[in-house]
């Protein structure tokens, strides 16, 4: 099992930045894939991009490429999404996940933080 909760969303103008984080607890963190997705009302949950904990190798949607960094904190077990350049495209929900790496869904979710930016 595993626990998440997001925390640094907020209101933040186009070209500004912003840093989620996403705290974890459980077992054997190290041995999950962690992700980050976002959601507009009305539309499909979408992929931001993940982490390996443990090797740190990441992956990023096109959409974000560039501009978002995510990383983790192996001493404090948090996740963390750097968004830079944002956009008002980028407001959404935005959401912690954890798998294990041979897996392809994500069981683990916290609840969401909201990120709205503002043109």
């Known amino acids: 099992q595993v626990q998440l909760v997001e925390s640094g969303g907020g209101l933040v103008q186009a070209g500004g930045s912003l840093r989620l984080s996403c705290a974890a607890s459980g077992r054997a963190l190290s041995s999950y894939v962690m992700g980050w997705f976002r959601q507009i009302p009305g539309k499909e949950r979408e992929f931001v991009g993940s982490?390996?904990?443990?090797?740190?190798?990441?992956d990023y949607a096109d959409s974000v490429k560039g501009r978002f960094t995510i990383s983790r904190d192996n001493a404090k077990d948090t996740l963390y999404l750097q968004m830079n350049s944002l956009k008002p495209e980028d407001t959404a929900v935005y959401y912690c996940?954890?798998?294990?790496?041979?897996?392809?869904?994500?069981?683990?979710w916290g609840q969401g933080t909201q990120v709205t930016v503002s043109s």
């Open positions: 982490i390996e904990w443990s090797g740190g190798s990441t």
């Open positions: 996940a954890a798998r294990r790496p041979w897996l392809m869904n994500y069981p683990y």
